[in-house]
T-cell receptor, first 113, second 114 residues
Framework: NAGVTQTPKFQVLKTGQSMTLQCAQDMNHEYMSWYRQDPGMGLRLIHYSVGAGITDQGEVPNGYNVSRSTTEDFPLRLLSAAPSQTSVYFC????????????FGQGTRLTVV | AQSVSQHNHHVILSEAASLELGCNYSYGGTVNLFWYVQYPGQHLQLLLKYFSGDPLVKGIKGFEAEFIKSKFSFNLRKPSVQWSDTAEYFCAVNSGGGADGLTFGKGTHLIIQP
């Protein structure tokens, strides 16, 4: 049972480039989400999904897109990378909307130069 | 929208000292409460959680937390810290059934000196 798998672990992008952060879970969880972690800011919710085909915006959605074509996968796309998107990104999943436990991936450290 | 406040951003303690990290939240309805720990370079790991029942919850590694509904608080405690407890600690809240996931506090960076 792998849990939540994120790839890549590290990435450097140039301003204006696009990329996709991958997230997959094998626990058949309905709820998946993406957070960014910045020093002194804690974790902030970017986008979330309550099931296949259903996504919605979190606290800081600008500059990011998501889709949920399957229960297992929830990729995060950076459309045109900016230095302000330099951060550590975490994907998380939980069984349902009422979160009694969230499982986190290992994180992706992204640097935009 | 709910918010979470952690009172101490940086805490330095000596080994064997007692620890209490404060956490207050703003949501007035039913909540699920969590403490997560992040060791350097690692992902978040669940320390403990509360969603009903006994307001004093025990977690891993000797940590415990007390939910005080009247004070909107969920403080984390450990009677005697170890050097290996050096990490970042996050309090988080989920409004039960709310789709907006977990709302995190800004974190407390705990350093334990040998």
């Amino acid at each position: 049972n792998a849990g939540v798998t994120q790839t890549p672990k590290f990435q450097v992008l140039k301003t204006g480039q696009s990329m996709t952060l991958q997230c997959a879970q094998d626990m058949n969880h309905e709820y998946m989400s993406w957070y960014r972690q910045d020093p002194g800011m804690g974790l902030r919710l970017i986008h979330y999904s309550v099931g296949a085909g259903i996504t919605d915006q979190g606290e800081v959605p600008n500059g990011y897109n998501v889709s949920r074509s399957t229960t297992e996968d929830f990729p995060l796309r950076l459309l045109s990378a900016a230095p302000s998107q330099t951060s550590v990104y975490f994907c998380a999943s939980s069984y349902s909307l009422e979160i009694t436990e969230a499982f986190f991936g290992q994180g992706t450290r992204l640097t935009v130069v | 929208a709910q918010s979470v406040s952690q009172h101490n951003h940086h805490v330095i303690l000596s080994e064997a000292a007692s620890l209490e990290l404060g956490c207050n939240y703003s949501y007035g309805g039913t909540v699920n409460l969590f403490w997560y720990v992040q060791y350097p370079g690692q992902h978040l790991q669940l320390l403990l959680k509360y969603f009903s029942g006994d307001p004093l919850v025990k977690g891993i590694k000797g940590f415990e937390a007390e939910f005080i509904k009247s004070k909107f608080s969920f403080n984390l405690r450990k009677p005697s810290v170890q050097w290996s407890d050096t990490a970042e600690y996050f309090c988080a809240v989920n409004s039960g059934g709310g789709a907006d996931g977990l709302t995190f506090g800004k974190g407390t960076h705990l350093i334990i000196q040998p």
